[in-house]
Every structure is written in structure tokens, then in C-alpha cells.
């Protein structure tokens, strides 16, 4: 994925980019923000104007729903779970571990969840408005 003027700005932050209308995506964040007590992360839509600007929009999200920017790097479908959770606390940083096993077959079982995640979830209209209090970690 090709990175413009705008990521290299934001070379710092921790974004995790969501599909803003699947409910399985929306837990996530939430379940995220409740374990992230030092506030490591951002959030954005991936159909957001951040996502556009960072060259990471995705119009289709069928079968990428989370993307993880982080140190300028672009982590996708598995692995960006797995770095995403190697920054929460105990215990959860401990599934960072599922990297050993390969790629391929990480990314079955993700594909697999993601292919099915409207079904088994749901999906909103419309993406999520945060409350008041974390609203200052979603990036527009």
C-alpha cells in the first residue's frame, strides 16, 4: 500500500482502521479501547477521509476489516490483530505468540471470519459515533 505526505506525519501513531458499519469490527474497538489503558492507539473508519488521505481507503471491505498502522509500517488482516494485541496489557499481549504460526494459515482463519462477519453479527448503516470521552481518539 502506498503511503503519502499525510502518513509520514503520522509516522507515530498507533491507527487501527475498522470497517466502521460491521458490528464484530465495532466489539473490537470497543473491546480495544476498555483493555488500552495508556491510550497507545487511534481509531479511524476504514471509509474515513483519514483512511483516504493515508492511501488506505477501502471502499470494499469484504475482506479486510482491520488494517493496523503503526511506526509506518501497514499491517494487515492477521498480523495486524497480532500486533495490535502485543500492545495490550497482560494477558492479553501474550496471543501475539500466534505469529509463529504461518501467515497462510492465519489468514485462512481470518478470511474465514471476515467473509461471514455480517451474517454472524450484523451490520450497521452507518458507522459508529464514539461517546463524548474517547471521542478525541477517532481520527475523522
Known amino acids: 500500500m502506498a503511503m503519502n505526505s499525510t502518513s509520514k506525519k503520522m509516522k507515530s501513531d498507533k491507527i487501527i482502521f475498522f470497517d466502521g458499519v460491521c458490528n464484530l469490527c ?31 481507503l ?3 471491505t469484504t475482506s479486510i476489516s482491520v488494517i493496523f498502522f503503526s511506526e ?9 490483530i497480532l500486533h495490535i494485541f502485543k500492545l495490550l496489557p497482560f494477558p492479553w499481549s501474550l496471543l501475539f505468540g500466534f505469529i509463529i504460526v504461518p501467515r497462510i494459515i492465519r489468514d485462512s482463519i481470518y ?18 459515533v464514539p461517546s463524548e470521552n474517547i471521542e478525541k481518539r477517532f481520527l475523522k
Open 26 to 56: 465495532n466489539r473490537l474497538v470497543i473491546f480495544i479501547i476498555k483493555q488500552d489503558r495508556k491510550n497507545n492507539f487511534k481509531f479511524a473508519s476504514l471509509q474515513s477521509a483519514t483512511a483516504e488521505k493515508m492511501g488506505i
Open 58 to 60: 477501502q471502499k470494499d
Open 72 to 80: 509506518n509500517k501497514v499491517y494487515q488482516k492477521s498480523t495486524a
Open 111 to 128: 478470511n474465514f471470519i471476515a467473509a461471514n462477519r455480517y451474517k454472524w453479527f450484523g451490520k450497521k448503516d452507518e458507522c459508529m
